[in-house]
């Protein structure tokens, strides 16, 4: 992220989408504020209005089942054939075959490049809720002021674990709190929106700070993000290592469930995914496999170390993809496949008439060319001053050039098929 890591998202494609996405969680939060149940509205609302993509996505699979071992034969076919009329024809084979399906070759490949960038602009806004919600940046913004003016208050960040290692390290350099950007304000934000429960007991007792400043913000600043007993702006392993420290183990469970219903709802989630497109493909077949066991595994670790409120974005959002998946299946399942292709062929026949006209007309106009060429290489080999044999050789020679430059499936290859049809009519 540029600049300080506050400051709204700027890069050229994710900047734009994370500033939208953050006046939508804005709003949610206005009317709840609660940064937990803010978050799992937000997603909500994401996820249906990515909802006609999803299911243009779980249709492909549902297609790539039944057309996929047609695609293979294809490919069977023209297996050890790799001159350039065979590509051509395995090509136009396939093609056919999607056409019949009513799918694009490309599957759903634009759905995914739709939706990735608005998913990681998504993660940006979630990690960086004060950055995008007024209300969290102004009670922050309370505190940090005070901090920043109070005698000791800058010095004293230099001392908190979170600016010791890790991303927030870099606001310190010899000593001194310098802050990340043109705002040491805004750095403090971002240090009080991470800071462990530890570290606010540090900032408490810096010399000067407005004790009562500093109970309204943090009173207010736990309301907002305290959900289900959790500090959502901490992460699972240090609310699990303070509490243990405090042996509320009432907490450390709480902590924990975060990582582990992570993990179970992604895996869930896989679950109701179509896994039939890869029937018929050991490779696919064991890749999705591998990928059940592993993305579960990989959610819980990274919902371990992030904040928790990032853990209940990708609860939330498993959730939701699996109650959406349900209904996407139940509509899919009742698609007569039959049916479409039947429509489907009955516009390509529509199709294949159209093209059939325009091949009479180009029929014509390729003889048309055929005998204009010969008679323009003709005419030019017996109007020059050369004997008998020599306009022989220049005629045999442009036709052999003629037919080495011809492209297959071209206008000058399909000159040539009709040129040696007439020759060889005329020796009958």
């Known amino acids: 992220m540029a600049g300080l890591m506050l400051t709204p998202y700027s890069g050229a494609i994710l900047g734009p989408i994370a500033r939208v996405l953050g006046i939508l969680l804005n709003t949610i939060f206005n009317v709840v504020p609660n940064v937990g149940v803010a978050i799992i509205l937000f997603t909500f609302v994401i996820y249906l209005v990515l909802l006609p993509l999803t299911y243009q996505q779980q249709k492909f699979s549902k297609l790539s089942a039944k057309m996929n071992p047609e695609l293979q034969a294809i490919q069977a076919k023209y297996k050890d054939k790799r001159d350039q009329e065979s590509v051509a024809r395995q090509n136009e084979e396939m093609q056919?075959?999607?056409?019949?399906?009513?799918?694009?070759?490309?599957?759903?490949?634009?759905?995914l490049a739709i939706q990735m960038p608005i998913l990681f602009a998504l993660y940006r806004v979630i990690y960086s809720v004060p950055a995008y919600v007024g209300k969290v940046y102004t009670c922050l913004e309370q505190l940090a002021s005070n901090i920043n003016s109070a005698e000791g208050g800058l010095q004293a960040l230099t001392t908190l674990s979170i600016t010791q290692k890790g991303e927030?390290?870099?606001?310190?350099?010899?000593?001194?709190f310098v802050g990340k950007g043109d705002s040491i304000v805004n750095s403090i934000i971002d240090i009080l929106n991470r800071a462990p429960s530890a570290d606010w007991k540090i900032i408490e007792g810096i010399k000067g700070l407005d004790a009562g400043v500093f109970e309204t913000v943090r009173s207010q600043f736990e309301q907002y993000y305290t959900f289900l007993g959790l500090n959502i702006a901490y992460s699972p392993i240090n609310i699990m290592k303070e509490a243990l420290v405090d042996k509320n183990y009432l907490l450390?469970?709480?902590?924990?469930?975060?990582?582990?219903?992570?993990?179970?709802?992604?895996?869930?989630?896989?679950?109701?995914?179509?896994?039939?497109?890869?029937?018929?493909?050991?490779?696919?077949?064991?890749?999705?496999?591998?990928?059940n066991i592993t993305m579960p595994v990989v959610s819980a670790v990274f919902c371990l170390t992030l904040p928790c409120g990032m853990g209940i974005y990708w609860i939330a959002g498993a959730v939701i993809r699996s109650i959406m998946q349900v209904i996407i299946n139940?509509?899919?399942d009742k698609m007569d496949i039959?049916?479409?292709?039947?429509?489907?062929?009955?516009?390509?026949?529509?199709?294949?008439?159209?093209?059939?006209?325009?091949?009479?007309?180009?029929?014509?106009?390729?003889s048309s060319n055929a005998s204009m060429r010969t008679s323009s290489i003709s005419a030019k080999a017996h109007?020059?001053?050369?004997?008998?044999?020599?306009?022989e050789e220049a005629i045999k020679k442009a036709e052999a050039y003629y037919k080495k430059n011809a492209k297959v499936g071209g206008i000058a290859s399909k000159a040539n098929?009709?040129?040696?049809?007439n020759e060889r009519n005329s020796k009958k």
Not at 96 to 111: A, F, R
Not at 169 to 176: C, F, M, R, S
Not at 256 to 264: G, K, R, Y
């Open 96 to 111: 056919l075959v999607y056409k019949k399906y009513g799918v694009s070759p490309t599957g759903s490949c634009l759905q």
């Open 168 to 176: 927030y390290a870099k606001y310190v350099v010899d000593g001194k």
């Open 252 to 291: 450390i469970v709480g902590a924990a469930m975060v990582p582990i219903l992570a993990a179970a709802t992604q895996w869930v989630n896989f679950l109701f995914m179509p896994q039939s497109a890869a029937a018929g493909n050991n490779s696919s077949a064991s890749m999705m496999k591998s990928m």
């Open 330 to 332: 139940h509509r899919i």
């Open 338 to 366: 039959d049916a479409l292709i039947e429509k489907n062929l009955s516009k390509e026949g529509v199709s294949r008439a159209k093209s059939a006209e325009a091949s009479s007309a180009s029929g014509s106009s390729i």
């Open 383 to 391: 109007s020059s001053n050369l004997s008998e044999q020599e306009r």
């Open 417 to 421: 098929l009709v040129k040696d049809y």
